[in-house]
Each structure stands twice: as structure tokens, then as C-alpha cells.
């Protein structure tokens, strides 16, 4: 009994997870009222790295790692960085739903090739089918990228550089996790300085404390976000945690409804549940499914 209870404390903390991802667009677009894209990304990053590492004190973690750990976090924190920021982008510049299902195109495309080529997993008919899902359901926005929208070639890109990050977590897995976050958002931290000098310097307009409480909230939910994937996939199956994981889609299409009215249209509707649909190919091991399956009926 208790270990169905801690399992469902797993799924519900993926669905926390989820709907946290789904209030980021809502977050940056009332932050970009007072700061530039690449400016509340560094914000929000220090933010995150102070909290992380106060969290680390009062834990009384070991601050010390390895070289080898350092760089890993380090890059993990620079890829997460570009990630941020492209998706800040996107979310300014289109809609918000727009946005998470091109992060999630994105995402799918790059960590097959990664995998594949990186960490030599095999090419199933499986993974062809969710491939070939997301690009049918990035051919719905083919408009927007030959008319090189920033929103959507932002949000594309925000997925490609996602898949590289998810491939570097993959590497960090023996390690603390508490300590990967704070290293990475340190380190992220320094990255988003970089495209802030790089992009014309900090960009802050009139001061309101609205935007400055939202950005505060902003770095504890990454925090937050981070400690409720950790517990989530520790005590929930990790295919199908994944697939409840995509219910962003649906928390971002809702509150970009509630909070801005924007509603997709058909093309993008069509798109938006292709390339949901492919998340689900990709994840689930559908193989283990039908094993469980069959031994449930002989066990009948």
C-alpha cells in the first residue's frame, strides 16, 4: 500500500513539474515588461544559482566535485542557457503553445541524433515513427519558418539545444543533484552574462515591482522544478513519466487561452497533437507494455 501511495506522489509531482513548465511563458511575458530577453535570463539564473546554493548550506552538502563533474555541469549550465534564452525569445514573439510544442519538435530531432550517434543507441521503428511524427508536425508551421519567424525559429531552436542538455543530464546522473544545479546555474549564469554583452548590454526599462517578484518566483520554480523531476522520475516509470511530462502542452495552451487569449489555429492545433503524439511514441516502451500485459492475462 505504501509503495502505490509513493507512486503516485511520483506521477503527481511530474504533473507539478508539468504545470510549473507551463506557467514559464506566462512568467516571461510579464517580466519582458521591465527587462529584455537575455537580461531577465541572467536574472533569473543568478537567482537560481544564490538559492541553489543556500539550499546546498542548509543541507550541509560537500561543495567539492571533480574536474571531469565541474565541466559537465558547466556545460549543462551554458546549453540551458541558450535553451532559456531562445525560449524567451520564442514565447515574446509568438504564442506561448507555439513555443513549448516547437521546443518539444526540437527536442525530439536532436536527442535521436545524439543518441544515436553519441551514445550508439539503436535506430528502432519506434524512434522512425516519432520522427517522422515531429516532422509532420513541424511541416504545420513550414510557414513560419520560411517567412524566418524569431518566434518560431526561437522555439525550434530552443528544442535542439534541449536535446544536447538532456543528453549532457544523462552524463550527471551519479551525481548529486543538488550539486549539478547549483554548479550549472552558476556556470549558466556566466553564459548568460555572454549573450547579454554580446546582444548590446542589459536591457531594463522602467522599474515596477511586479516584474522583479515574478523573477524571484521565476528562480525558486526552476529550483522547485528541478527537485520535483528528481523525486518524480525516482518513483515513477520513466517512459511513461515522460509522456505525463508533455502535459505542458496542454497547461501552456491553456493559460496562453486564460491569460492572453491566443488560440491556435487548425494548422497549428493539427501540428500541436502530431508532434504531442510523437512524445508519446518516443517515450513509452511499448514492448514492456505488451510484456505486462500478457503476464497479467496468464496470470488471469
Not at 511513461?240 to 492545433?269: D, N
Request: hydrophobic content about 60%; overall charge positive.
Amino acid at each position: 500500500m505504501k509503495e502505490k501511495f509513493v507512486h503516485f506522489e511520483g506521477a503527481m509531482s511530474l504533473v507539478g513539474a508539468a504545470f510549473i513548465y507551463g506557467t514559464f511563458g506566462i512568467l516571461i511575458r510579464e517580466i519582458s515588461k521591465m527587462m529584455g530577453d537575455a537580461t531577465q535570463t541572467l536574472a533569473r539564473f543568478a537567482l537560481a544559482a544564490v538559492f541553489a546554493f543556500g539550499l546546498n548550506m542548509v543541507l550541509r552538502k560537500r561543495l567539492r566535485v571533480s574536474k571531469g563533474v565541474l565541466l559537465r555541469a558547466g556545460l549543462l549550465g551554458g546549453l540551458f542557457a541558450a535553451v532559456v534564452v531562445l525560449f524567451t525569445i520564442s514565447a515574446n514573439s509568438t504564442k506561448i503553445a507555439n513555443s513549448v510544442v516547437l521546443l518539444y519538435a526540437g527536442s525530439i530531432l536532436s536527442s535521436f541524433v545524439i543518441g544515436s550517434i553519441a551514445f550508439k543507441e539503436k535506430i528502432t521503428k519506434q524512434k522512425t515513427i516519432a520522427i517522422v511524427l515531429a516532422l509532420v508536425g513541424l511541416s504545420m508551421y513550414a510557414g513560419g519558418f520560411l517567412a524566418a519567424s524569431a518566434g518560431i525559429l526561437a522555439g525550434f531552436g530552443s528544442g535542439l539545444f534541449d536535446g544536447f542538455a538532456n543528453a549532457m543530464r544523462k552524463t550527471l546522473k551519479s551525481v548529486d543533484r543538488n550539486l549539478v544545479i547549483m554548479y550549472s546555474f552558476t556556470i549558466g549564469s556566466l553564459f548568460a552574462l555572454l549573450i547579454v554583452l554580446a546582444t548590446g548590454g542589459f536591457e531594463v526599462g522602467q522599474f515596477a515591482w511586479l516584474p522583479i517578484v515574478l523573477t524571484v518566483v521565476f528562480a525558486i520554480l526552476q529550483i522547485v522544478l528541478n527537485n520535483l523531476l528528481l523525486f518524480g522520475f525516482q518513483h515513477f516509470d520513466v517512459n511513461v513519466g515522460t509522456v505525463i511530462l508533455a502535459m505542458e502542452l496542454f497547461f501552456a495552451s491553456l493559460l496562453g487561452y486564460l491569460f492572453f487569449r491566443e488560440s491556435p489555429t487548425m494548422s497549428e492545433l493539427v501540428g500541436a497533437i502530431v508532434i504531442f503524439a510523437a512524445s508519446i511514441v518516443a517515450s513509452v516502451n511499448f514492448s514492456q507494455l505488451f510484456k505486462i500485459k500478457k503476464s497479467r492475462v496468464k496470470t488471469a
